[in-house]
């Protein structure tokens, strides 16, 4: 059994978390009882996580085949960019600023706004056979995989566009170029969370070197030192006050790994 130290207060995108051992699948062969991470860009990992797993290497690829665009799900999104710029391909441009590994973007339907990574799917790739998009259920940042994605293959159109790279850039605009794990709480229907943490006085409020940003509320960030305990009492404070003012349960998209 293969494992790799990673230290999470600087190998995760909001630089909060313990030193720890993740178990590095190389095939089919992978603990049940470890949870998977990708590239730990919408995780907070506390002090007592549970045991972790993440694809090695081995599945950073990918190809063209039979006009299919079939990638490895350790593939940063970056790497897609490059590989669709070089090759002409469309549609992945959206990429270029969504921090993640194609079976972490395929897990949660990431994208912005409505350009999804499901949008141009055709199957992924599991331990037990291929599954057809149709096979699995997903919908806006949602989907009920609940198992490793090792590959997923696209169709391929023609016409990678540049100016869409400007695009996604200038919807970035008005996000915290901080240390974060992107928008913490997912939006309640019909309303923003970033506009119930600011009414309810949170914008900004800071706890040691946490915040909610001046920026853009939603976003949890770090000034650096931030600690999961200082993360953590930033998130329950915004859960009381959101549910005592409007009687509205945050929901969290950021995923916390401590039991
Ligand atoms: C600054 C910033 C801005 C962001 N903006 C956006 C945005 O606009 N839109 C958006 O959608 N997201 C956004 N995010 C969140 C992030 O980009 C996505 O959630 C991305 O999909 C995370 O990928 P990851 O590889 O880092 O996954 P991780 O954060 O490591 O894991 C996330 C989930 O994916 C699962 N997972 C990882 N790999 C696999 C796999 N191979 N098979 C099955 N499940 C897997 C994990 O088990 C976990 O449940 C932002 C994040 C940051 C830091």
Redesign the pocket.
Not at 136 to 165: C, L, M, P, S, W
Not at 218 to 225: K, S, Y
């Given at each position: 059994m293969a494992y790799k130290t990673f230290d999470f207060s600087k190998f995760s995108?909001i630089r909060v978390g313990p030193i720890a051992e993740v178990f590095m699948i190389e095939d089919f062969d992978y603990p049940q009882n470890h949870?998977?991470?990708?590239?730990?860009?919408?995780?907070l990992i506390g002090p007592n996580h549970p045991p972790l797993m993440k694809?090695s290497k081995k599945f950073d690829t990918i190809k063209i085949e039979n006009n299919q665009l079939i990638i490895g799900?350790s593939t940063p999104g970056g790497k897609v960019v490059s590989f669709c710029k070089k090759n002409n391909i469309a549609n992945f441009e959206f990429m270029a600023h969504?921090?993640?590994?194609v079976?972490?973007?395929?897990?949660?339907n990431?994208?912005?706004k409505e350009y999804e990574i499901f949008n141009h799917l055709i199957s992924c790739r599991f331990k037990d056979g291929v599954k057809l998009k149709k096979e699995i259920k997903h919908g806006y940042?949602f989907t009920d995989?609940d198992d490793?994605?090792f590959e997923a293959t696209f169709e391929i159109q023609e016409g990678f566009k540049e100016e869409n790279i400007e695009m996604f850039k200038k919807m970035r605009a008005n996000?915290p170029s901080n240390f974060?794990?992107?928008?913490f709480f997912k939006n309640p229907q019909g309303d923003y969370a970033g506009r119930l943490i600011e009414a309810v006085g949170l914008k900004g409020h800071r706890i040691g070197d946490m915040a909610w940003s001046e920026q853009h509320s939603n976003f949890l960030i770090n000034f650096g030192e931030g600690t999961f305990e200082e993360a953590m009492e930033l998130v329950e404070l915004a859960h009381l006050r959101v549910q005592k003012t409007f009687s509205i349960s945050l929901e969290n998209e950021v995923?916390v790994l401590n039991t």
């Amino acid at each position: 059994m293969a494992y790799k130290t990673f230290d999470f207060s600087k190998f995760s995108s909001i630089r909060v978390g313990p030193i720890a051992e993740v178990f590095m699948i190389e095939d089919f062969d992978y603990p049940q009882n470890h949870t998977l991470i990708g590239g730990a860009n919408n995780l907070l990992i506390g002090p007592n996580h549970p045991p972790l797993m993440k694809l090695s290497k081995k599945f950073d690829t990918i190809k063209i085949e039979n006009n299919q665009l079939i990638i490895g799900a350790s593939t940063p999104g970056g790497k897609v960019v490059s590989f669709c710029k070089k090759n002409n391909i469309a549609n992945f441009e959206f990429m270029a600023h969504l921090p993640g590994t194609v079976g972490g973007m395929i897990e949660m339907n990431a994208g912005l706004k409505e350009y999804e990574i499901f949008n141009h799917l055709i199957s992924c790739r599991f331990k037990d056979g291929v599954k057809l998009k149709k096979e699995i259920k997903h919908g806006y940042r949602f989907t009920d995989i609940d198992d490793v994605v090792f590959e997923a293959t696209f169709e391929i159109q023609e016409g990678f566009k540049e100016e869409n790279i400007e695009m996604f850039k200038k919807m970035r605009a008005n996000q915290p170029s901080n240390f974060s794990a992107g928008s913490f709480f997912k939006n309640p229907q019909g309303d923003y969370a970033g506009r119930l943490i600011e009414a309810v006085g949170l914008k900004g409020h800071r706890i040691g070197d946490m915040a909610w940003s001046e920026q853009h509320s939603n976003f949890l960030i770090n000034f650096g030192e931030g600690t999961f305990e200082e993360a953590m009492e930033l998130v329950e404070l915004a859960h009381l006050r959101v549910q005592k003012t409007f009687s509205i349960s945050l929901e969290n998209e950021v995923i916390v790994l401590n039991t």
